[in-house]
């Protein structure tokens, strides 16, 4: 089976633009969390899902970010406009949910805004 | 406020060696306390994981310590080898939280050969 899969793996921007991540979640797991990494801050929880519906976006830096999760398949990270604070490691993780508390890690998005 | 704290921030043991890295966390409520493993350019990945009922959950090489009364775990790496070298975290979950994991701030251990 296909993990967690993202895209792109890398991006590098001019301060302003427009970032949109992708995510697509291992079928059939009902839980998808988009997390930023770095150096000062660790792995820091942005946005969760639950049949995709957002639980809780109370780590979400500011309103210059936003997230989407259209259907089971598919979930956008978007950054409007992108600031060179925002560059990190962003990591999509899915999680099965029910009896299970494993998430499962994609390969996350460097992202670079310069 | 991290819920979870992880120490050290960075740990070198010599091959064969015992790592330890310790977590605390104040919130009674946390019912599930993973460990992650995260190499370089990789996302993290479970390693092992313990629940309050029990003390101690051995793995191979990885050991889990919890001590529910000071609210302490902590991970064992029994006979250390160069490719453990990778990121620690630990975590904690409250059973309501759909899963929501509260991540330490992570050990980078390097394993010299």
């Known amino acids: 089976d296909a993990g967690v899969i993202q895209s792109p793996r890398h991006e590098v921007t001019e301060m302003g633009q427009e970032v949109t991540l992708r995510c697509k979640p291992i079928s059939g797991h009902n839980s998808l969390f988009w997390y930023r990494q770095t150096m000062m801050r660790g792995l820091e929880l942005l946005i969760y899902?639950?049949?995709?519906?957002?639980?809780?976006d109370s780590g979400m830096p500011e309103d210059r970010f936003s997230a989407k999760m259209p259907n089971a398949s598919f979930s956008t990270l978007k950054i409007q406009p992108s600031e060179p604070r925002d560059s990190a490691v962003y990591f999509c993780?899915?999680?099965?949910?029910?009896?299970?508390?494993?998430?499962?890690f994609g390969p996350g998005t460097r992202l670079t805004v310069l | 406020q991290q819920q979870v704290k992880q120490s050290p921030q960075s740990l070198i043991v010599q091959k064969g060696g015992i790592s330890i890295i310790n977590c605390a966390y104040e919130?009674?409520?946390?019912?599930?306390f993973p460990w992650y493993q995260q190499f370089p350019g990789k996302g993290p990945a479970l390693l092992i994981a313990?629940?309050?009922?029990?003390s101690e959950k051995k793995e191979g090489r990885f050991t889990i310590s919890f001590n529910k009364s000071a609210k302490q775990f902590s991970l064992h790496i029994m006979d250390s080898q160069p490719g453990d070298s990778a990121t620690y975290f630990c975590a904690a979950r409250r059973g309501s939280t759909l899963g929501r994991l509260y991540f330490g701030r992570g050990t980078q251990l390097t394993v010299w050969p």
């Open positions: 313990i629940r309050p009922d029990v």
């Open positions: 899902f639950n049949n995709n519906v957002p639980i809780d």
């Open positions: 993780a899915s999680s099965p949910g029910q009896h299970t508390d494993t998430q499962y």
């Open positions: 919130n009674t409520a946390f019912d599930y």
